[in-house]
């Protein structure tokens, strides 16, 4: 079986949609962020408030890492399509690995988003505002995922699972 990354904007689903698709085919599960946070020694939102830059670079990294030594499904992080080094790297794996973009309405991700508490740069002056902040942030990031992936697969109205078998079915993975 070929590397699975799941991509796609903040709280699209991936990491919920990632154990399922590993469970299914039996496969381990990364999570990016996970591997950023064990190699930098400090959370993403640490490093991510001590700089964007540093904390591409320890997303980069961590993605160089997994491609050049890990096998299975591995979860990006919401912003990758961001950050440039981290997004040239998945365009070179693109042959050997599986790109899967999970597109989720504006609404729904801004639903998971607003009951936790908003990141830093979703932050603005009025509840309101964060969520048109949100919104262009989410448009303007799906469309750079799809045209990232090899599939995209839609999340609306369907559980994880659905999603994960969906996705198997389209790369030709054989539950395990």
């Known amino acids: 079986m070929e590397d699975i990354i ?3 904007p903040k709280h699209s689903g991936k990491t ?4 399922e698709l590993a469970a299914l085919t039996d496969a381990p599960f990364f999570d990016l962020d996970d591997l950023v ?15 964007p830059a540093l904390f591409c670079r320890h997303e ?3 993605l160089l890492a997994f491609l050049e030594t890990q096998h299975g499904v591995l979860a990006a992080g919401g912003g990758i399509i961001d950050n440039a080094a981290a997004v ?8 050997a690995t599986a790109i899967i973009c999970i597109d989720v309405p504006v609404q729904c991700a801004w639903h998971r988003i607003a009951s936790r508490t908003l990141p830093v ?11 048109e902040k949100h919104r262009v942030l989410h448009e303007n990031r799906m469309e750079r995922y799809r045209r990232l ?12 699972r659905e999603i994960a078998q969906a996705i198997a079915d389209l790369l030709h993975i054989k539950s395990g």
């Not at 040239?88 to 042959?95: I, M, T």
């Not at 992936?149 to 994880?160: D, M, P």
């Open 121 to 131: 740069f979703l932050q603005a002056a009025s509840l309101e505002e964060s969520r």
């Open 60 to 62: 980069s990294g961590a």
């Open 16 to 19: 919920t949609v990632g154990k």
């Open 37 to 51: 946070e064990t190699a930098a020694k400090k959370s993403v939102r640490e490093l991510y408030g001590e700089s």
């Open 88 to 95: 040239n790297l998945l365009r070179r794996a693109s042959g």
């Open 149 to 160: 992936a090899r599939f995209t697969v839609s999340g609306k109205n369907k559980t994880a």
């Open 6 to 8: 799941l991509t796609g």
